[in-house]
T-cell receptor
Framework: DTAVSQTPKYLVTQMGNDKSIKCEQN?????MYWYKQDSKKFLKIMFS???????INETVPNRFSPKSPDKAHLNLHINSLELGDSAVYFC??????????????FGEGSWLTVV | AQSVTQLDSQVPVFEEAPVELRCNYS??????LFWYVQYPNQGLQLLLK??????LVKGINGFEAEFNKSQTSFHLRKPSVHISDTAEYFC????????????FGSGTRLQVQP
């Protein structure tokens, strides 16, 4: 069983389109994240939700909107895609209620290419 | 704010040789320290982490790391590498309170050659 699963794994789309990436975790964790990895492999936090509440919202264009329907899901919707949005997007989760030293588990990544 | 510096972007090494991947961090508050590995076209997998206690931490796949508070370093080592260790390695820190996302270094590409 995959602990953190995200779909689709690969996505090629045209500029201006709207797309969504879905993420689900079956670990019972209370916190979920979206990270972006650019072409130079640099990883940066985008959003974090704890029990469906947004707790981290980095300087990300408002074309990016996370949605957490429940504790186990955190989806990422992107409007009006731009070439610069091409990257690998990683979903992750952790159990943070009592201790932030717990491991953050990552999904396999979603490779987004905007043409 | 926290920051992580991985001094080497690439480390080429021959199979069965020892390797050290360097990581330095900066933070005004207490942090936990992590090393993750990313194999080609895959997600990130935790190698090891330092929370407290013994400064020498052992992880998976024969890796270990030593926390040095005075030098604010958390270098990763392996005494003998294999071809299969070829991957991208990321050092990361996480605050122990408040905003708790991981802050990553820029990564080190370990290339093991036969």
């Amino acid at each position: 069983d995959t602990a953190v699963s995200q779909t689709p794994k690969y996505l090629v789309t045209q500029m201006g389109n709207d797309k969504s990436i879905k993420c689900e975790q079956n670990l019972g964790h209370d916190t979920m994240y979206w990270y972006k990895q650019d072409s130079k492999k640099f990883l940066k936090i985008m959003f974090s939700y704890n029990n469906k509440e947004l707790i981290i919202n980095e300087t990300v264009p408002n074309r990016f909107s996370p949605k957490s329907p429940d504790k186990a899901h955190l989806n990422l919707h992107i409007n009006s895609l731009e070439l610069g949005d091409s990257a690998v997007y990683f979903c992750a989760s952790s159990q943070d209620k009592h201790h932030s030293g717990n491991t953050i588990y990552f999904g396999e990544g979603s490779w987004l290419t905007v043409v | 704010a926290q920051s992580v510096t991985q001094l080497d972007s690439q480390v080429p090494v021959f199979e069965e040789a020892p390797v050290e991947l360097r990581c330095n961090y900066s933070s005004s508050v207490s942090v936990y320290l992590f090393w993750y590995v990313q194999y080609p076209n895959q997600g990130l997998q935790l190698l090891l982490k330092y929370l407290s206690g013994s400064t020498l931490v052992k992880g998976i796949n024969g890796f270990e790391a030593e926390f040095n508070k005075s030098q604010t370093s958390f270098h990763l080592r392996k005494p003998s590498v294999h071809i299969s260790d070829t991957a991208e390695y990321f050092c990361a820190v996480r605050k122990d309170t408040g905003r708790r996302a991981l802050t990553f270094g820029s990564g080190t590409r370990l290339q093991v050659q036969p």
